[in-house]
Structure formats: structure tokens, C-alpha cells
Nanobody, 126 residues
Framework: QVQLVESGGGLVQAGGSLRLSCAAS????????MGWFRQAPGKEREFVAA????????TYLDSVKGRFTISRDSAKNALYLQMNGLKPEDTAVYYC???????????????????WGQGTQVTVSS
């Protein structure tokens, strides 16, 4: 079984930065793709960013382009999300997700992913 554990969330003022981390543990695991989603109160979970593990394909939600950067460290089996220029509308619980084998589904779809973390809260004050 694969476990994903997020960390790095917190409270930050608008314009500030946070770096989220996602550590994968469990059986030896090399995912095809990993991504970040977020869910604000009363809203559906939405796609934020995704990368193939090879790094040859990276996608972002339009509203975070130029502010957020997704990256991964193969040696550490870790995924990161650097968030700069945070806005109050970025407030949400952020989830890490992993797709174990290519499903040919969109990186933006929740059902493309097989494993999910428990989430980390990001709160941006105005």
C-alpha cells in the first residue's frame, strides 16, 4: 500500500509564500504522474497542478500559472508545490495525489489518480 503525507500548510498573509511537500511511503513506488488538488469549504475539489514523474509534462490551473510551481524529487520520492503571491481565494485544503500507471485520463480529473493524501490546510488572510 502507498501512503501520501502532505505537509507545509499554514496561515499566511496575502502576497506571501508557502511550500507544500508530499512524501510517498510504503512499497516501492514510482508513479506515472502526481498532482495537487485543493478543496475550499462548500466547493468541489479542484485541480491545481500535475507533473509526470519524468517531468516531461506539467499542467497548471490557469489561476495559479506564474504563481505556483510543481516539482518532484525522485530520490526522495517527494512532490512539492511552491506557492508565491498567495491570494485569499487560494485558501483551501490541499491534497497530494498519485497515479500509479498511465490511464490516459486527463491530469485534471480526480478519477485519474489512485492514491490520495489526507490534506494540509492553507489559509491566506487579506
Amino acid at each position: 500500500q502507498v501512503q501520501l503525507v502532505e505537509s507545509g500548510g499554514g496561515l499566511v498573509q496575502a502576497g506571501g509564500s508557502l511550500r507544500l511537500s508530499c512524501a510517498a511511503s510504503g512499497r516501492t513506488f514510482t508513479p506515472y504522474r502526481m498532482g495537487w488538488f485543493r478543496q475550499a469549504p462548500g466547493k468541489e475539489r479542484e485541480f491545481v497542478a500535475a507533473t509526470t514523474w519524468s517531468g516531461d509534462s506539467i499542467t497548471y490551473l490557469d489561476s495559479v500559472k506564474g504563481r505556483f510551481t510543481i516539482s518532484r524529487d525522485s530520490a526522495k520520492n517527494a512532490l512539492y508545490l511552491q506557492m508565491n503571491g498567495l491570494k485569499p481565494e487560494d485558501t483551501a485544503v490541499y491534497y497530494c495525489a498519485a497515479e500509479k500507471d498511465p490511464s490516459f485520463g486527463s491530469s485534471r480529473r480526480r478519477d485519474s489518480y489512485d492514491y490520495w493524501g489526507q490534506g494540509t490546510q492553507v489559509t491566506v488572510s487579506s
